[in-house]
Each structure stands twice: as structure tokens, then as C-alpha cells.
């Protein structure tokens, strides 16, 4: 009997240790199947915002016998990049944030409600890892070598584009004024044209990267230049704050049954957003990305999306229609190559820009949607949001736009007419030679509103994919009607001259530090 008090004493002692251990133990989400890294949304690196897309990508068939790509339209995010100042200073102050929470919870709670050991060490004496006088959102080494990678391999797929000597009328690369970005069309051209030149080991070669001025890029930054849009965002965000609400209440009511902490719900959303950059940055998976559970990291990744939904994506067709002059332009760059033929001189437009560029862009393309959803898109109704977990969704941050993701646009000149089954027939009209093939993070996607194929046909691809999108302009869609009951005399002159400096380029405002992805 004694002997069965000590073994049930001992079994009792081991559960218990067994919970403790268990409920103070950090989710370690660097081994396994689950890797937080592709959850990330837009946070995502881009080897991991690759990974999850190739997890549910179909391999398509080759080109069409006969087909020879003669131009490439590229359209780039930048690399990964550091936090802004803005987010830096939030993190200074969420050290501070812990140190109260800690002290708390020392003081007040004791014996086993204290429960000490459910506390992760990392909590205590947590300081911010980025330095606001060294660091402002600025491309990160592994940022450079996300888009110089991309380069080279650029260059090794597509050598019938990019055999030629840099000339900017050959290979046009342009950038927003953004430091980011235009460091990332830098990286990029040092891989593209690594071992052309004469400069320094690598045999490299100076090229130009174009900007236009923050006031007039209504190309790669119309979402800072499209006046309809800003107000609509600006009504749209504090709407958006009662659809998070509950999931961020949901998890900090877990994180304190779970740590014996009192974490409010701006407690979590700064936490997830730390467990995005150590996760990202610092290759970190153990620290804030394990106080969450896999369910909660699939519920706040959920959310991130659900916010690029109604401000970046398909929430709403002025979040990518004010993209139609990128879109415009792509495809002008298109029917000058089959105009010129043989004689064609350019061969690459290579644009370096942000998430608030690439998303649009996906969404002007109809990516990752399904022929229904493209024939609303069409008559500018909106999506419903991604469903929420545990239920599949195909339209993800982390593989939309991760650092550095990019969708390129392919254009082949064919000595026979291909189709999407590879057979092929004469071509009757010259136009027929010339298909569009889109790649996302350089896999072949669908193209839904070409009938699901990989390889359009330039005509089809004009009508159905652009022209729907075509048919409205910049100035259209995104200037502000505003009557004269609206707008007092004050008001009506202010935008006179506002109107008039932006006509000439100037900058109404110091360069603020935006929290742009």
C-alpha cells in the first residue's frame, strides 16, 4: 500500500510538472511541419512567402513549341527591410509596457496564482533589438540578397531577354523615391548584369535607376497619389478596428490565462507585430512568436489579410483600379515590341515599388481568384474577405506580396500560333503570334479571365484581362468632386495652389516616416 502512495505520489508529481512545464513553455515553431515564417502575411521573407506557394502550386505546361520571349515586365516590391522609426519607438515603449506588466504581476500575485514559472524568461529586461538612431526602414542585408538573387536568376532563365549590353533604352529600371526601394533596383541590376563590366572584382558595370517625384508617381505610387483613394482609406481604417477587435481580444484573453499577465489588446497587436520581425529579421521563432499557439498565429495572420483585403485588395475596386497607368504602361511597352518586330530595342521594364504597389497590380491581373470572382471584379463589385481559419483560402498575404515578391509579365513572339494544350496550327493573322505568360515570385500562374490558361494570347489578353480596367483613367477615378457648399472660399484656393505644385513636381510637405510596407 505504501509502495502504491509512492508511485501514485510520483505520478501525480510528474503531471503536474509535466503542466507547468507546458503551460510556461514558448512555442518553438523553428522545427515541424508548421513554420510561422510563412505566416507572416507581408512580413514574410520572400524564400518563405515562395515556399508556401509552391506548397499549393500546379506545375503548368512549357511554352508552345516555337515561342521565343522577346520582352519582360517586371513589377517588384522591395526586400527585407528594418521597422520604421514609428514602429521602433512603439517597441521602446512596449519595453517599458512589459516592465509594468512584470512588476504587477510580481507584486500582486503570489504562491501558485503568481505562477512564475509560466512567465518566459525573455519577458524580463526585453529591449528592443533596432536602434531608432541606426535603423528606419531601411533594406536589410538579407534584402539585398533577396533582390540580387532575383537578378541572377533573371538573367539564367530569360538569356534570349537579357543578352545584350546595359543600355537604358534596352533595360529600363525604375524605382520610388523611397530609399528601400530604389536600393533594392540597385541589388537587383548588380546581379542582372554581374560579370558585364569592368568595376572591381565582380566585373560590375553602372547603370540608371529612374524616379519620378513623390507628388506625380502615379505609376508606383498612385496609392500616395490618388486623392479618392486617401479619403477612402481614411473613412475605411477606423471601421477596420471594430472587425479586428474581437480576434485580438479573443487572443489576449488567452495570453493571459496562459502567463498570468494582463495583456490588453494593443499588448497583442504589438506583439504579433514583434514576432513578425524577430521572426523575419532575426530568424528568431521561439521568443514572441512562441507565446502564440499555431491556431492563434493563423487567426492573426488572418487579420493582417483581412486588412490588405478592404484597404489594398479586393475589398474595393479604387484600391487597384487608381493602379490602371501601370497597367497602361505595361501594355503600351507590349504593342511597341509587336509593332517594331525584328527591330524592337527594348527589351525589359524593371520596377522596384512597395506592397501597396504589387497588391493592387495582382488584383488589376485577377490573380488567384476563380472565373466568377473575376466577373465581378470586372463590374467593380467587391470580394467578400478571406475566410477565416481553419478554413483554406488562396488569397494570402505572405504569397501575394512577401519582401521582394514580384509578378512578371512575359511576352513571347511565337512562329505558330500555340493554346494552353500545346498544339499548334499556322497563324493566320500576325497578331495571333504573340502570347502574355504572368508569373508570380517567378512560378506560371493562371491567368482566370484568359480561361484559366497559362499562355494568352496578346489580343485576349488586351480585351478581357486590361480592358476592363482600361476603359477608366487616373484623373477619373481619383479626383476628388468637390462642390462649392463642401468647400469654402479658403478651401477652393488652398487646392488651387495645392493642384498647381503638384503640376510642377513640388513637395507640398516634409517627408514623413510613413509606415508603408
Not at 19 to 46: I, N, P
Not at 83 to 98: A, M, N, Y
Not at 220 to 239: I, W
Not at 271 to 292: I, P
Request: aromatic share 10%; glycine share 6%.
Amino acid at each position: 500500500m505504501g509502495g502504491m502512495k509512492f508511485h501514485l505520489g510520483l505520478v501525480i508529481t510528474v503531471i503536474f510538472a509535466i503542466s507547468v512545464s507546458v503551460k510556461g513553455q514558448l512555442h518553438d515553431f523553428s522545427d515541424g511541419e508548421f513554420d510561422v515564417r510563412q505566416y507572416l502575411s507581408t512580413s514574410s521573407r520572400y524564400g518563405a512567402g515562395k515556399k508556401a506557394m509552391n506548397d499549393n502550386h500546379q506545375n503548368p505546361a512549357a511554352p508552345p513549341s516555337g515561342c521565343t520571349p522577346i520582352l519582360l515586365n517586371l513589377v517588384a516590391r522591395h526586400g527585407t527591410r528594418a521597422p520604421t522609426k514609428k514602429r521602433i519607438k512603439e517597441l521602446d515603449q512596449f519595453s517599458i509596457r512589459l516592465e509594468h506588466l512584470l512588476k504587477y504581476a510580481d507584486d500582486t500575485l503570489t504562491g501558485e496564482t503568481h505562477g512564475s514559472q509560466q512567465i518566459p524568461s525573455w519577458l524580463r529586461g526585453w529591449q528592443s533589438p533596432w536602434d531608432i538612431k541606426k535603423t528606419s526602414g531601411e533594406l536589410t542585408r538579407e534584402g539585398e540578397e533577396e533582390l540580387y538573387n532575383l537578378g541572377t536568376r533573371l538573367r539564367e532563365r530569360f538569356p534570349q531577354i537579357f543578352d545584350e549590353d546595359y543600355h537604358p533604352d534596352v533595360y529600363l529600371i525604375s524605382a520610388t523615391q523611397v530609399p528601400r526601394a530604389s536600393a533594392s533596383a540597385v541589388a537587383f541590376g548588380m546581379g542582372l548584369f554581374a560579370g558585364k563590366g569592368v568595376l572591381g572584382e565582380g566585373q560590375h558595370r553602372a547603370f540608371a535607376v529612374i524616379s519620378d517625384s513623390r507628388a506625380n508617381d502615379i505609376h508606383l505610387r498612385f496609392h500616395d497619389t490618388c486623392q479618392t483613394y486617401k479619403e477612402f482609406k481614411k473613412k475605411r481604417e477606423p471601421a477596420l478596428k471594430g472587425l479586428l477587435f474581437p480576434v485580438y481580444a479573443e487572443v489576449s484573453a488567452s495570453l493571459v490565462k496562459r502567463y498570468n499577465l494582463n495583456f490588453t489588446e494593443d499588448d497583442v497587436a504589438l506583439l504579433w507585430f514583434l514576432c513578425r520581425q524577430e521572426a523575419a529579421l532575426l530568424d528568431k521563432t521561439d521568443q514572441a512568436c512562441g507565446l502564440f499557439t499555431q491556431t492563434e498565429v493563423e487567426l492573426l495572420e488572418w487579420v493582417d489579410d483581412l486588412v490588405l483585403h478592404y484597404l489594398k485588395g479586393y475589398g474595393e475596386s479604387i484600391n487597384f483600379r487608381m493602379g490602371v497607368p501601370l497597367l497602361q504602361n505595361i501594355v503600351q511597352s507590349m504593342e511597341q515590341a509587336i509593332l517594331m518586330k525584328n527591330a524592337a530595342v527594348e527589351k525589359a521594364r524593371l520596377r522596384f515599388a512597395h506592397a501597396e504597389t504589387i497588391i493592387p497590380f495582382t488584383c488589376l491581373l485577377g490573380l488567384f481568384l476563380s472565373a466568377s470572382d473575376i466577373e465581378r471584379i470586372q463590374r467593380e463589385q467587391p470580394l467578400e474577405p478571406p475566410p477565416k481559419p481553419p478554413q483554406e483560402r488562396r488569397w494570402r498575404g505572405s504569397t501575394v506580396a512577401p519582401f521582394a515578391g514580384n509578378s512578371m509579365l512575359v511576352l513571347y513572339k511565337c512562329l505558330v500560333q500555340g493554346s494552353s494544350t500545346g498544339k499548334v496550327t499556322a497563324p493566320e493573322e500576325p497578331s495571333n503570334s504573340f502570347f502574355v505568360q504572368i508569373l508570380h515570385n517567378e512560378k506560371p500562374v493562371s491567368i482566370p479571365a484568359c480561361n484559366g490558361t497559362y499562355f494568352c494570347p496578346f489580343e485576349e489578353f488586351k480585351e478581357r484581362v486590361a480592358g476592363p480596367h482600361l476603359r477608366h483613367t487616373f484623373e477619373s477615378l481619383c479626383t476628388v468632386k468637390v462642390t462649392h457648399a463642401d468647400c469654402p472660399l479658403t478651401c477652393r484656393i488652398s487646392r488651387f495652389f495645392q493642384w498647381l505644385f503638384l503640376r510642377k513636381g513640388y513637395k507640398l510637405h516634409p517627408c514623413e516616416d510613413k509606415d508603408e510596407l
